[in-house]
């Protein structure tokens, strides 16, 4: 079945700075990749998705870019602010609605104003 | 704003104790999961049904583990008896066959077996 590897599990950034989490998978199946970000005590929330067809896709200060052939996918966020500070998930899965979702482990971002 | 419901939001049990968690899906969703998360192993699938039939449960542990879909509108889990080891934050999440629409995730249910 499909194994997700997230890293970092820690990021730490000065406000303003980027941030950017890589997640490798394993089965070439898999085709859409959504990233949702998670606050204590929170549902995990979707912040941006790319499905196989697409290598690249922006979302204001927030990017994802994919690479089928390595099997990588990264989240890349620009001029990181407090409120970024949460724990990201990337994930992997068949069908965005139907078929489950694989997760990484999450990498947690602390902004440093 | 449709979205999932999830009760109880928390629950602190005894082991061996018997424990329900319900969830309400999005209505027209056709698939839902049922996930837990923990500090070690993170979010993991337990299992999935669409069109209320069960498609996957090799996530639970059977011999406490039950999931059902009576309805389109209720989910259930159950866990009995209840361990200390079952203490995570159950998720429910729905989506649709059609279309290319996302999971939404409930709110969770934490539980807690002391």
């Known amino acids: 079945g499909e194994n997700v590897e997230q890293h970092p599990s820690t990021l730490s950034v000065q406000e303003g700075d980027s941030a950017v989490i890589k997640c490798t998978y394993s089965?070439?199946?898999?085709?859409?990749f959504p990233w949702y970000k998670q606050e204590l005590g929170k549902r995990p929330q979707l912040i941006i998705d790319?499905?196989?067809?697409?290598g690249e896709k922006k979302d204001q200060r927030i990017a994802v870019t994919l690479n089928k052939t390595a099997k990588h996918f990264s989240l890349h966020i620009t001029e990181t602010q407090p409120e970024d500070s949460a724990v990201y998930f990337c994930?992997?899965?068949?069908?965005?609605?139907?078929?489950?979702?694989?997760f990484g482990k999450g990498t947690r971002l602390s902004v440093i104003a | 704003d449709a979205r999932v419901t999830q009760t109880p939001r928390h629950k602190v049990t005894e082991m061996g104790q018997e424990v329900t968690m319900r969830c309400q899906p999005i209505?027209?969703?056709?698939?839902v999961f049922w996930y837990r998360q923990t500090m070690m192993q993170g979010l993991e699938l337990l299992a999935y049904?669409?069109?209320?039939?069960?498609?996957?449960d090799s996530g639970m542990p059977k011999d406490r583990f039950s999931a059902e879909m009576p309805d389109a509108t209720l989910a259930t889990l159950k866990i009995q008896p209840s361990e200390p080891r079952d203490s995570a934050v159950y998720f429910c999440?729905?989506?649709?066959?059609?279309?290319?629409?996302?999971?939404?995730f409930g709110p969770g249910t934490r539980l807690t077996v002391t």
């Open positions: 999440a729905s989506g649709s066959w059609t279309g290319n629409d996302e999971q939404y």
């Open positions: 089965d070439s199946a898999s085709n859409y």
């Open positions: 790319i499905r196989s067809n697409v």
């Open positions: 994930a992997a899965s068949i069908h965005p609605g139907n078929t489950p979702l694989v």
């Open positions: 209505l027209g969703h056709n698939t």
């Open positions: 049904f669409r069109n209320r039939a069960p498609l996957d």
